[in-house]
Structures are given as structure tokens and as C-alpha cells.
């Protein structure tokens, strides 16, 4: 079977009218998306597992009439249940966990004609902003191999940049989505809370703050693909209400002139941002500015120290939770060697306080997004750069030092003893919270939020920009961004371990 040659020349609306017109077939895009991971994943470590023969049963099959038939996909190994498919999340305690049943937001995937070759890698549990798990082995830049492509969607990310799909399935609870985006130079929106299904098993993963999503190329695919998740499924605690028109109608509408507030500071927490990221926001201002825009600098007035801590309780909570479950599901507790030592420090502090703290600390949440509302009334868009600084290299996120110390210590606390949970928590947010400095607060307040490719460091590797809205007010996002898109085109933009340069040079 011949593969498609020309298949990185399109986005997946492209490959999918090409297939509705008869001009290529489902099963040459498979074959097509199958050689290029074979060749470049061995490489990135994007893809952790390979369902190449579904992806060519479902190419035999197919509804043309569907808006991505026949386009290649990937979904994430966390969150993303595929009936018969191990969802591990990344953790050797899950490695041959089997869902029943598909995920809603699988099902509507698939049901838009996508089809799936495999699944991505992931941190354990999504916990850190780099996807380095020890199940799988680090994701590794197309970029630059030795730097990170972020996470917790760091494989999404990875496989989309390399050409291996032209979209990935993502998901986001304190930037996963956003974070690989600016890694890999890539659009990354997380939606609107309730924007998205998270059914049939999940409730409000993260008290709300997790959207499942996607990573593409451009903007018009992500609006479309938002099209096709978008909508409550059953049992939903609240929905967001359905946009006037399609997201991907939005796509090349006049954005009109927006007040936006730009931010040359962290918002969650007191870490410094890089001369590469602040050259490129101002850089980003400046176009805005140029396109009719008015841009102002302005900077949030947030409890930044509140935030970062009141964040990483609610997760840690979450993750003492999600082992209890996952416990319950394998029938018995995990060995040591089977959870990775961040996991294990973050599951017992969550175990370290009571409900009165963690209560304590959603009111801070909410008391700080009503100061982030009142700013927020001022502007239609907020901009700041997606992360602090460009990728890191590997291994950044490892515990070192005194920080190593203390995690491991805490990890290994019986449980009847509680340590002193405030002052780790503040010591945790400093050292840790330098990378990854602003993403956590959209998801905290549930508003959609959008990186960009908009420009790169010294070194070359790429910088996001991320621009928030107000509360469902993705069409806000999707015409500015395609009017940035239009303005400072980005698309043709190739890693050098892309599937292309690896064909040209094999």
C-alpha cells in the first residue's frame, strides 16, 4: 500500500476534504501516518501504543460525510479511555489497566471520521510539566531531542510536530494542553470549563480545572475539532452554553478592535520570565498594536503565593484520591517501585490535611478569580507569554538537592504523621513553580485560554504566547487567533526531527 506523499502539506480539514473528494483514500492517509511514526518515533518517544491495525480496519470503513474522515489521530495515554485499549496514565501501577468502555470524548472523535493509530505518552498521572515518565521513557523534543516537549500532553505535542498526525487528542488541568503547544510550536486551546464532555466515568477531574482538548497546527483545525467535542453529556454536573455559531465559523471573522491587557509578570507565582519570552511579548504587542488592537500593559493584582499553593493542594488532594481509586481497581495497594517518587510525596500530602484546608482552599481559589473577574472587565483578552522560558532540557523537573530531600522524606511518611503541609507547600511553589508560572490560573477559573506559536529563542526553539478570555468566550480566541495567524504565518515552520526532513535524509 503507496502512503500519501504530500500528506504534511495539509492540515487535517485539508486532508479530510481531500479524502471526501476522492483525491486520496483513508487507507493511504493511514499507511502514510503509520511510516512516518515508524521512522521518527523512535526518536521523539511520542506514541507508547500502536493500534496500526484498527487505524486499517477503520480506513476500510468510512463515512465520508463525516467533517475529519479518514484523517490519522492520536489520543492521550490519561483520561482518554478507548474500550480494549490500556490506558496506563503513564504509571507502571496501571501498565495493563483495559477501559471497557470509550471516553464520550473518544466516542465523538471517532464518530467525526477520525481514526486513531495509537496512543501518546504522558507524565504519571499528569502531574509535572515535562513528559518524562518511567514507564515509558522521556518524550523527546522534535526540536531539540536533548530539551522537553513539555506536558502532561508532551507525547500530543510531539507526534504533531514531528508530522506524525496533523492533530492530537490533549488535555489540560494546569496547562498540559498549553504547555507542549509552546514546547513544540504548536496551537494548544484549552476550552471553556464545561465546554467539553468528561463523561462517562469522570465527574470534574481536578475540581473542574481538566479540559480535554486538542493540539494542531492551526487554527481553524482546533475550532473545528472543538465543533465536534463541544456539548454536555449525560449526567453533567453544568455545560457551557452552546456558541451562536460553529467555532470554525468563527475562523476569519473580523476580531474587531479588543482591549488587551498584556503581562510581563508570572501569575502564579513570583517567578522571573526569560528575556527570550518577554522580547517575543513585546514583539506580540507591537503586531497587536499594528492590527488595530488596543494594548495595554497591565498586570493582574493576584494573591500570586495564594494561587500557586490553593493550586497544588487541590492536586495534591486529587492525586491521593486517584491512587485510593486506582487501588480499587487493580484489587491492591501499589508497590513502591510501581509509583514514581513525586507521585507518592504528592498523594500523601494530599492525605496530610483535612477537608477544612482543602475547603479553605477552594475559597481562596474563588476569592482570587473574583479579583481576576474584575480585571478581566476591563479587557477582552489577557497576554502573556505561555511559560517562562523556552523548552528546558530533560530532566529539569527532577527533584534535586534539598528539593529531593523533602519529597522523599514526605513520600515516605507512615500516614498516622503530618508534616508540616503549609510550609512545604510554599517552599514547593518556589522552586518548582519557574517554568511553568501562568497556565494553572485559566484553568483555576475555568476561562478559555489559547498558546500560539508567535516566536522563538536566541537558540531557536519555540516560544508560546497565551491569550485568555473571558468565560466562553472561545469565538474571542479563535478570530484573534486566526487574524495572528494570518498576520505572522507560522505554519510552514518544520522541526528538524520532522517526518520530512527524516524522509528526505534517510
Not at 42 to 53: D, G, L, Q, S
Not at 131 to 141: H, K, M, S, Y
Not at 293 to 322: F, I, K, N, S, W
Request: hydrophobic share 45%; charged share 20%; proline share 8%.
Amino acid at each position: 500500500m503507496s502512503g500519501f506523499a504530500e500528506y504534511d502539506a495539509y492540515d487535517a480539514l485539508g486532508l479530510a476534504a481531500l479524502v471526501k473528494a476522492g483525491a486520496v483514500s483513508a487507507a493511504e492517509l493511514v499507511e502514510e501516518a503509520i511510516a512516518r511514526c515508524e521512522r521518527v518515533n523512535p526518536a521523539v518517544n511520542a506514541v507508547v501504543t500502536k493500534t496500526y491495525e484498527r487505524a486499517r480496519t477503520a480506513s476500510r470503513v468510512i463515512d465520508r460525510g463525516a467533517p475529519f474522515a479518514g484523517v490519522p489521530f492520536l489520543l492521550k495515554d490519561l483520561g482518554q479511555a478507548w474500550a480494549g485499549v490500556p490506558m496506563s496514565c503513564g504509571s507502571r501501577f496501571l501498565v495493563d489497566h483495559v477501559p471497557a468502555e470509550d471516553a464520550e470524548f473518544v466516542r465523538r472523535m471517532h464518530g467525526a471520521g477520525l481514526i486513531t493509530l495509537g496512543k501518546t505518552n504522558t507524565p504519571e498521572f499528569g502531574l509535572v510539566g515535562s513528559t518524562e515518565p518511567r514507564l515509558f521513557g522521556p518524550t523527546r523534543n522534535p526540536w531539540r531531542l536533548s530539551h522537553t516537549a513539555g506536558g502532561s500532553s508532551g507525547g500530543a505535542a510531539a507526534a504533531v510536530a514531528a508530522g506524525i498526525v496533523p492533530a492530537a487528542a490533549a488535555s489540560d488541568g494546569g496547562g498540559s494542553i498549553r504547555i507542549p503547544a509552546a514546547c513544540c510550536g504548536l496551537v494548544g486551546l484549552k476550552p471553556s470549563r464545561g465546554r467539553n464532555p468528561s463523561g462517562p466515568e469522570r465527574g470534574e477531574p481536578w475540581y473542574g480545572q481538566v479540559q480535554d482538548g486538542v493540539i494542531t497546527r492551526t487554527v481553524r483545525d482546533s475550532a473545528a475539532l472543538l465543533d465536534v467535542s463541544a456539548g454536555a453529556d449525560a449526567g453533567a454536573l453544568y455545560a457551557a452554553p452552546p456558541p451562536p455559531r460553529p467555532f470554525l465559523d468563527e475562523v476569519g471573522r473580523d476580531p474587531g478592535r479588543l482591549r488587551i491587557a498584556v503581562c510581563r509578570e508570572a501569575l502564579c507565582c513570583e517567578a522571573p520570565l526569560s528575556a527570550d519570552c518577554l522580547a517575543v511579548l513585546d514583539d506580540t504587542a507591537a503586531s497587536l498594536a499594528r492590527l488595530g488592537h488596543q494594548v495595554e500593559y497591565a498586570v493582574p493584582p493576584l494573591d500570586r503565593l495564594t494561587l500557586g499553593t490553593a493550586y497544588l493542594r487541590r492536586v495534591m488532594a486529587c492525586t491521593g484520591a486517584e491512587l485510593v481509586e486506582a487501588t480499587a481497581l487493580r484489587g491492591r495497594a501499589p508497590r513502591a517501585d510501581e509509583l514514581e517518587l513525586t507521585t507518592r510525596a504528592m498523594a500523601r500530602l494530599g492525605h496530610a490535611f483535612d477537608a477544612v484546608a482543602l475547603t479553605r482552599a477552594q475559597r481562596d481559589v474563588e476569592a482570587q478569580m473574583r479579583v481576576l473577574g474584575r480585571f478581566m472587565q476591563d479587557y477582552d483578552v489577557l497576554l502573556t507569554p505561555t511559560l517562562a522560558e523556552p523548552p528546558v532540557p530533560l530532566g529539569a523537573f527532577e527533584p534535586r538537592g534539598l528539593d529531593y530531600l523533602v519529597v522523599r522524606v514526605t513520600a515516605s511518611l507512615p500516614r498516622g504523621l503530618r508534616p508540616p503541609v503549609d510550609r512545604l507547600l510554599r517552599q514547593l511553589v518556589a522552586n518548582n513553580f519557574r517554568f511553568v508560572v501562568s497556565t494553572m490560573l485559566a484553568n483555576m477559573s475555568g476561562e478559555p485560554s489559547i498558546s500560539l506559536p508567535l516566536g522563538a529563542s536566541r537558540e531557536g526553539l519555540p516560544i508560546g504566547m497565551m491569550f485568555t478570555a473571558r468565560l466562553y468566550e472561545e469565538a474571542t480566541l479563535f478570530r484573534l487567533a486566526a487574524q495572528l495567524e494570518n498576520a505572522l504565518p507560522w505554519r510552514q515552520r518544520r522541526a528538524p526531527h520532522h517526518a520530512r526532513q527524516e524522509m528526505t535524509h534517510a
